[in-house]
């Protein structure tokens, strides 16, 4: 079993930044594939970024691509998304997820793990 645990979230103006970060329990986090997604009210569930277990490769939804940043700390068990040049439609609850086949995939389906969210509020 793995608890995943968001932070960073919070209000920002457009074109703002902020870090979320994830922190993992457990002892096989670098095995794991981990993914950030995000809800916004009345929406689905969308896909944000992944990154693999094995190479680190990334993968980002159109959206957000070349604004927003992945990366892992094996060391620390965490993950983090670096947001840059945030919109109002970035608006959401942001939840990271961790996916035991290590594939960091865009299919909220292949996650196993989910923590419970952080909010993140763009104003414009």
């Known amino acids: 079993q793995v608890q995943l645990v968001e932070s960073g979230g919070g209000l920002v103006q457009a074109g703002g930044s902020l870090r979320l970060s994830c922190a993992a329990s457990?002892?096989?986090?670098?095995?794991?594939?981990m993914g950030w997604f995000r809800q916004a009210p009345g929406k689905a569930r969308e896909f944000v970024a992944a990154i693999r277990r094995i190479g680190g490769s990334t993968l980002y939804a159109d959206s957000v691509k070349g604004r927003f940043t992945i990366s892992r700390d094996n060391a620390k068990n965490t993950v983090y998304l670096r947001m840059n040049s945030l919109k109002p439609e970035d608006t959401a609850v942001y939840y990271c997820?961790?996916?035991?086949?290590?594939?960091?995939?865009?299919?909220?389906?292949?996650?196993?793990?989910w923590g419970q969210g952080t909010q993140v509020t763009v104003s414009s």
């Open positions: 997820a961790a996916d035991r086949q290590g594939a960091g995939s865009d299919y909220y389906a292949a996650y196993d793990y």
């Open positions: 457990g002892r096989t986090f670098s095995s794991y594939g």
